[in-house]
């Protein structure tokens, strides 16, 4: 499955944006999807997942109530709404693929970088001051 993420760009502080994250080659109805985002000298780190019906969601404790993670399994597409936008969260955002079918009980393989197995190129999100 390929992913391509958009939707990235340049923002001031409190303002909002919107990812897509794409996919083709196989349906992502059954598999669970996650944003992951980079900061220059950090690592990348979890922001939120989403289960494959869009029925359960995740997110890190830096972006809940700011972020929302949604599914369209009908376009196959993965959407992250940011608001409330700060310098902190600058970074080059992530979209994954979990593709193992497996559907797990809490947060903790969601929050899991070496669960995903397929990810897009990434969108550069740049909050300024």
């Known amino acids: 499955v390929q992913l391509q993420a958009s939707g990235g760009g340049l923002v001031q502080a409190g303002g909002s944006l919107r990812l897509s994250c794409a996919a083709s080659?196989?349906?992502?109805?059954?598999?669970?999807m996650g944003w992951f985002r980079q900061a220059p000298g950090k690592e990348r780190e979890f922001a939120a997942g989403?289960?494959?019906?869009?029925?359960?969601?995740y997110y890190a404790d830096s972006v809940k109530g700011r972020f929302t993670i949604s599914r369209d399994n009908a376009k196959n597409t993965v959407y992250l709404e940011m608001n409330s936008l700060n310098p902190e969260d600058t970074a080059v955002y992530y979209c994954a693929a979990d593709t193992s079918g497996i559907s797990y009980s809490g947060n903790y393989y969601y929050t899991r970088a070496y669960k995903y197995d397929y990810w897009g190129q990434g969108t550069q999100v740049t909050v300024s001051s």
């Open positions: 989403i289960s494959w019906s869009g029925g359960t969601t």
């Open positions: 080659g196989r349906t992502i109805n059954r598999y669970i």
